[in-house]
């Protein structure tokens, strides 16, 4: 290893659809943050575990967006009913609890296509 | 609201000389500051990074420097290279609003940077 690890890299579905996207974080990292990436845009936050816990979750994140982080290791981030809107770059990233700063380290991302 | 500008979107460099690409941020909250590098269908990748008690980091080609009071950054890169064609993210962080002191980062949109052989 390794660094952060995402699958599917790309995904594409019909509108209406249900997705769900995987993160593997850097073994030791013990926080892990989930971004929406759109084109000419930067990242931009969705939410944060540390550990298990969702600890925070942005206005971004619409009542069809759900992510889990069960055993603190791996999380999953699910789209319900999918829009065309949510066509766009997800990227995972993780950190280290106990760094003085929060140097977050980033996967590939998973590009969803919603038709 | 965008907290974290990069007013250039591009950026033309030839190779062997300076690249200096620039990054305002509005929010006097933000103590931590970083710039990723991202290659086309590829994660940001994490270059360097400067806390708000220091004004110039270097590591390697790589200098960033921080006016505080200006609310401004800078990133260097010299001398450039082909291979540091990409686009260029600032990023800023402070501490979110939940405990464990986490720092909320928050992104810019980008700079594209093309070295010329």
């Known amino acids: 290893d390794t660094g952060v690890s995402q699958n599917p890299r790309h995904k594409i579905t019909k509108r209406g659809q249900n997705v769900t996207f995987r993160c593997d974080p850097i073994s030791e990292h013990n926080r892990l943050y989930w971004y929406r990436q759109t084109l000419g845009q930067g990242p931009e936050f969705l939410t944060y575990f540390q550990n298990e816990a969702q600890l925070e979750k942005s206005r971004l994140l619409s009542d069809r967006f759900s992510a889990e982080r069960p055993k603190g290791s791996f999380s999953t981030l699910e789209i319900q009913r999918t829009e065309q809107g949510d066509s766009a770059m997800y990227l995972c990233?993780?950190?280290?609890?106990?760094?003085?700063?929060?140097?977050?380290?980033f996967g590939p991302g998973t590009r969803l296509t919603v038709l | 609201d965008q907290q974290v500008k990069q007013n250039s979107p591009s950026l033309s460099v030839q190779e062997g000389r300076i690249s200096i690409l620039n990054c305002d941020y509005t929010?006097?909250?933000?103590?931590?500051f970083l710039w990723y590098k991202k290659y086309p269908a590829e994660g940001p990748t994490f270059l360097i990074s400067?806390?708000?008690?220091?004004d110039k980091n270097e590591d390697g080609r790589f200098t960033v420097f921080l006016n505080k009071s200006a609310k401004h950054l800078s990133l260097h890169i010299v001398p450039s290279q082909p291979g540091d064609s990409a686009v260029y993210f600032c990023a800023a962080s402070g501490l979110g609003r939940n405990s464990g002191g986490y720092q909320k980062v928050t992104f810019g949109t980008g700079t594209k940077l093309q070295v010329i052989p």
């Open positions: 400067i806390s708000s008690i220091k």
């Open positions: 929010n006097s909250m933000f103590d931590y």
């Open positions: 990233a993780s950190s280290f609890l106990g760094q003085v700063t929060d140097t977050q380290y």
